[in-house]
Nanobody, 119 residues
Framework: QVQLVESGGGLVQTGGSLTLSCAAS????????MGWYRQAPGKQRELVAY???????YYVESVKDRFTISRDNAKNTVYLQMNSLKPEDTAVYYC?????????????WGQGTQVTVSS
C-alpha cells in the first residue's frame, strides 16, 4: 500500500502562483510514476501532469508552459509548481501514484487539495 498526502492548495488571484506538494509513504518500490489529476465542479476528473521515476514528464495541453511537475525520489515527494494561474484552473487537485510502466494509470490517490483562482 501507498499513502499520499497533499498540501499547498489555497486561494490565489489570477496570474498568481502556487506549489502543491505530495508526500508518499509505504511500498514505494513498486511505484513507477506519480502525478496530479484535478476535478472542477461539474466536470470530469482530468489528468494534469505526471512524472516517471526516470524523470519523463507529461502535461495536459492547457497547462503546458505554466505548470511544472518535479519529484524528489529520496523524499518520495512530488511537486506541482503552478504559475500564471487562471480561473479555469480552479479545482480539487489529487495526487496519485501508479505502478505501470507503459502508460500512466494511478493505483493510489490522495484526498485532494482545493485550488481556487479568483478573477
Amino acid at each position: 500500500q501507498v499513502q499520499l498526502v497533499e498540501s499547498g492548495g489555497g486561494l490565489v488571484q489570477t496570474g498568481g502562483s502556487l506549489t502543491l506538494s505530495c508526500a508518499a509513504s509505504g511500498s514505494m518500490f513498486s511505484i513507477n510514476a506519480m502525478g496530479w489529476y484535478r476535478q472542477a465542479p461539474g466536470k470530469q476528473r482530468e489528468l494534469v501532469a505526471y512524472i516517471t521515476i526516470g524523470g519523463r514528464t507529461y502535461y495536459v495541453e492547457s497547462v503546458k508552459d505554466r505548470f511544472t511537475i518535479s519529484r524528489d525520489n529520496a523524499k518520495n515527494t512530488v511537486y506541482l509548481q503552478m504559475n500564471s494561474l487562471k480561473p479555469e484552473d480552479t479545482a480539487v487537485y489529487y495526487c496519485n501514484a501508479g505502478r505501470r510502466i507503459t502508460y500512466y494509470s494511478p493505483d493510489y490517490w490522495g484526498q485532494g487539495t482545493q485550488v481556487t483562482v479568483s478573477s
